[in-house]
Structure formats: C-alpha cells, structure tokens
C-alpha cells in the first residue's frame, strides 16, 4: 500500500466513524509513524508502506476511530508555537486557550520591568510555558492540585527551556502558595463545565480529559467565585486577573467580579468569535 492509499483508506475508516476532518487526522498519524512532517507526506505519496508500518497505521488509526485523541496518541500538541506533551493526567490545550496567553504576556511585556506571574491550576504548563518564552523579564509560578499534572508540566517547562523560569507548586488554588507572595499577573484556565453537562461532551474529552479538570461545579461557575473571593489579597496595587470561561458564560462571570468590587476591564473573543477571556484588576 502507498502512502496515499493509506491515507485515503483511513480517511474512508474515520469518516465512517464521525470523526471530523478525517484525511487531516489520517495525515497526522501517518506523519507521526513515519516520523516526518505532514507536508513531506505530499512528496511520499507513492513511497509503499512495509507489512510492518501498515500494521502499525492501522493501531493508530483504530485508536482514532474510538475516539481517543488524536493528541493523546502522537503524545504532544502545539500551543503558541511550543510543543508541550500531553496525556491522560491533563486537559488537552486548545486552541481558545491561546488568547489568554498572548494576552497575559503583551501584559507583562508592557510593564517593561521584571515581573511575578502565577498560572492556577497549570494542567500541562502551556500557558506558564508560553509566559515564560515570551517574557524574559517575568518569573512564573505555577500551581495544582494533581501531582501527576505538575510533574508532566515541569517535563514541558524542561523540554522548552524553561525550567529555571518557573516554580512548581501543588496544592489546591491560592493555598498551595508560599505565605505573602504577591503578582502582577494571575491567569487560569479553571474548570468550567456544568456537572451535569460532562456526560454529553465529546468523547474526546469526555472519556479522556481529568473530570477534575472539566467540573465546575453545579452551574460551571464555582471556581469564578473562589478567584473574585480570593484572589485580589495576592495581587499588586497595578495587577491584573484574566481567566478563560465557557461559551455562554461571559455574564455570568462579569457579575461574579462586579459583585466583588473587581474592575472588569475587558471581555475577549477567541478566534472563532466567542467571548472568552475577562482581565479585571482589584477596586483599591
């Protein structure tokens, strides 16, 4: 079989199972089996595939089709141009998730001095990792409540370069932090889904993201009211909180921080047009 049939025929297998964008996943997969960039596959498509790689494609693609994914079976994702691994241990980064952290660093770039960032609940570090490779100046800390998170975000900092940028913390929220310390930029990808919304999500992240990670609680809301709650006591006079919500629940949140004498300064859009991202700063 020739690379472009076995693109072609796990394409045909992955449509028939619902997966969306099934060549671009089936591309991916070859890509990674073969160790080469998907593009390269363009210049291959007549390269025959040995008994041994069309065996091996077909496992991959198998796994696909049962709705593992994709960034679990390749092992990594891209986020803001960096490559970060993932697995069961950690939401997979999306792409929404990119506004908050091209917002958190031309923040802390604007400052133009030396600056303390905190990423609450870091997962798989993407966002402490994107901070601290765009910010020289910023030293980051980075908190969670599951050790098996921090030590794949700490193997992330490390294949980045950014081990010596970022401290690791494990505990739950603020309380995992050391006693007075203070920042000039809080964000966080908190948990945001409804409980009761978790079991008709995609299986993607149904079946294989941490629950931890996608329970907000009853109405999806509960972390939102910790941070306005909280949060305020460990920021700096000129600091500001930004955190990503869900679709939907850009009032909701807004009036969250109002309610506690927040100063909502902006509510962003992710690429696809939704609101997405709120930065406030304290009412001092």
């Known amino acids: 079989m020739t690379v472009l049939e076995a693109i072609q025929k796990s394409s045909d297998f992955l449509s028939k199972k619902g997966i969306e964008s099934a060549r671009l996943q089936a591309e991916h997969l070859l890509a990674h089996l073969l160790k080469m960039p998907r593009m390269n596959l363009y210049l291959n498509f007549q390269r025959l595939l040995s008994e041994g790689e069309t065996a091996a494609l077909r496992a991959l693609v198998q796994r696909r089709g049962g709705r593992e994914p994709l960034q679990h079976i390749v092992g990594t994702v891209s986020f803001c141009g960096f490559e970060l691994m993932v697995n069961r241990n950690v939401l997979v980064p999306r792409p929404e998730t990119e506004v908050l952290a091209e917002l958190g660093w031309e923040f802390l770039l604007s400052l133009g001095r030396p600056a303390l960032a905190l990423d609450v609940g870091t997962g798989s570090g993407c966002l402490s990792v994107a901070l601290a490779a765009k910010c020289p100046n910023a030293k980051i800390t980075a908190t969670d409540?599951?050790?098996?998170?921090?030590?794949l975000a700490r193997e992330n900092a490390k294949k980045n370069g950014m081990e010596e940028r970022i401290d690791f913390f494990e505990g739950d929220g603020f309380?995992?932090?050391?006693?007075?310390?203070?920042?000039?930029?809080?964000?966080?990808?908190?948990?945001?889904?409804?409980?009761?919304?978790i079991g008709r999500l995609e299986p993607e992240v149904r079946d294989f993201d941490p629950r931890a990670a996608l329970d907000g609680g009853a109405d999806g809301l509960d972390f939102y009211r910790k941070f306005a709650a909280q949060a305020a006591i460990i920021l700096k006079p000129s600091g500001k909180f930004m955190v990503e919500f869900g679709d939907g629940q850009a009032a909701a949140v807004r009036a969250i921080f109002e309610a506690e004498k927040w100063i909502v300064e902006a509510v962003k859009d992710d690429y696809s047009g939704r609101a997405r991202v709120l930065a406030a700063s304290p009412n001092r």
């Open 175 to 197: 309380a995992a932090l050391p006693d007075g310390k203070t920042f000039d930029l809080i964000v966080s990808n908190p948990p945001y889904v409804p409980s009761d919304e």
């Open 145 to 151: 409540a599951a050790a098996a998170a921090l030590a």
